[in-house]
């Protein structure tokens, strides 16, 4: 049992099938594990009126923070929470700091992001840079021409997993890494 505890505690990309996120995160924050969703405003229709409302920016996608063998268990009572898994086979789990980096963009719930899958664009073709000042500052991310905007963007990659865009950056706040 003392193992169990000093076990590290992992990012894990998950998947809750048929738009279960929010109710995954309700569970897993019941047992004490941390979890992540990305999130974004929408304008919806409701009772005829068109309301803002705050939804999943990618239905179905959860990230995981726990040590492999609980997390493992508490699945158990979870059916609909599933391992993201590489062609390979093997799980996906994101570095503390990438997924660090991740949250701080996509918690601001700006407006300005745009998420994408990771075969929409092509990240190794860009430049990696740090953003100083405003929301972004301190972060790094990938400089690409994203399809649909003029301008480049900064994007900020978890691979194989997802991509967000932060709103158009201008070039005084990039340093090259």
């Given at each position: 049992?003392?193992s169990?505890?000093?076990?590290?505690?992992?990012?894990?990309a998950?998947?809750?099938?048929?738009?279960?996120e929010?109710?995954?995160?309700r569970?897993l924050?019941d047992?004490?594990?941390?979890?992540?969703?990305?999130?974004?405003?929408?304008?919806?229709?409701?009772?005829g009126?068109?309301?803002?409302?705050?939804?999943?920016?990618?239905?179905?996608?959860?990230?995981v923070?726990?040590?492999?063998?609980?997390?493992?268990?508490?699945?158990?009572?979870?059916?609909?929470?599933?391992?993201?898994?590489?062609?390979?086979?093997?799980?996906?789990?994101?570095?503390?700091?990438?997924?660090?980096?991740f949250?701080?963009?996509t918690?601001?719930?700006?407006?300005?992001?745009?998420?994408y899958?990771p075969?929409?664009?092509?990240?190794?073709?860009?430049?990696?840079?740090?953003?100083?000042?405003?929301?972004?500052?301190?972060?790094?991310?990938?400089?690409v021409?994203?399809?649909?905007?003029?301008?480049?963007?900064?994007v900020?990659?978890?691979?194989?997993?997802?991509?967000?865009?932060?709103?158009?950056?201008?070039?005084?706040?990039?340093?090259?890494?």
């Amino acid at each position: 049992m003392e193992s169990e505890q000093q076990e590290e505690l992992v990012w894990f990309a998950m998947r809750a099938t048929y738009r279960r996120e929010m109710i995954a995160k309700r569970a897993l924050e019941d047992r004490s594990i941390e979890s992540f969703v990305p999130m974004r405003y929408e304008l919806k229709l409701q009772g005829g009126r068109r309301r803002r409302v705050l939804v999943p920016a990618i239905h179905n996608l959860i990230f995981v923070h726990a040590a492999p063998k609980h997390l493992q268990q508490v699945k158990t009572h979870l059916p609909y929470l599933q391992y993201m898994i590489r062609k390979g086979g093997e799980k996906i789990l994101v570095p503390d700091e990438q997924m660090r980096r991740f949250i701080a963009v996509t918690e601001d719930l700006d407006e300005g992001l745009t998420y994408y899958n990771p075969e929409e664009l092509r990240l190794e073709k860009g430049q990696r840079v740090k953003i100083h000042g405003g929301p972004c500052d301190e972060q790094e991310g990938v400089l690409v021409k994203v399809p649909g905007f003029r301008s480049r963007r900064v994007v900020v990659a978890i691979e194989g997993v997802m991509a967000v865009a932060l709103a158009t950056v201008k070039p005084e706040q990039l340093e090259v890494l």
